[in-house]
């Protein structure tokens, strides 16, 4: 298991992450994907982005497209069996087509959400591409798209998905089972300070806050402890998993 780092959000608000946090507060976050590998399969943890319209909006630095990043780590997109969709924002869901081989996995409920409801007067489109959105129906018209039912469910064996923690509508998170289990928590908890200090992150309502703790406690328990659950964009997980080569992490060494 490794994470892959492809830039940085220089300066984003704090309080998007940690919404009780002080409003003028920002800091500098990691943008990047996890990749779990053995002999059949090679997975990708969400896909990252390339889109245009996100430079703009953002203060991105140190970019290497997703597909760039993952050859880095000695993977060419082409081998990339599989992807693991978190949730659909833009920097996770943003780089599925740079890997045309993959079947994408993603929540049923979060997929029927965003193709449809979120666009839909009150809906809840925001962080969603369009063009995420077109490419996935494509996908799934391809027949490359696998609907995930619902919390605790073995998609791949010993890689077992876990929701409840509504980031977003039906947002989940990656658990790797073995010695030790990690879990991968993507945006379900955003840094160390959400897993350290038990403070919700950005939920789909601010009534998810709740069901957000709950889920981090759900995490740690199942990684038995900090130190096996790897945030969704703190950069200090490159610092404490040693990397292989620069932004590339080692989580968890293989048996060779
Ligand atoms: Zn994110």
Redesign the pocket.
Known sequence: VTAIRYGTIEDFPLAGLLPDAPRLETIDIALAVWMIRNDERTVLFDSGFFREQWFERFQITGFTRPDDAVRLAGVEPEEVTDIVISHA?W??MGGIELFPEATIWIQEDEYAYYVGTAWQRDGRSGGIDPEDIRHLVDRNLGGQVRLVRGDDVEIMPRLVVRTGARHTFASQYLVVQGTPTVVLAS?NAYLYTNLDERRAGSTFTPDDREANLEAIDTMLGIAGGLEHVVP??DAEQFERFQQRTEGVAVIKPGRR
Do not use: I, L, T, W
């Open positions: 924002h920097d996770h945006d969704g964009h």
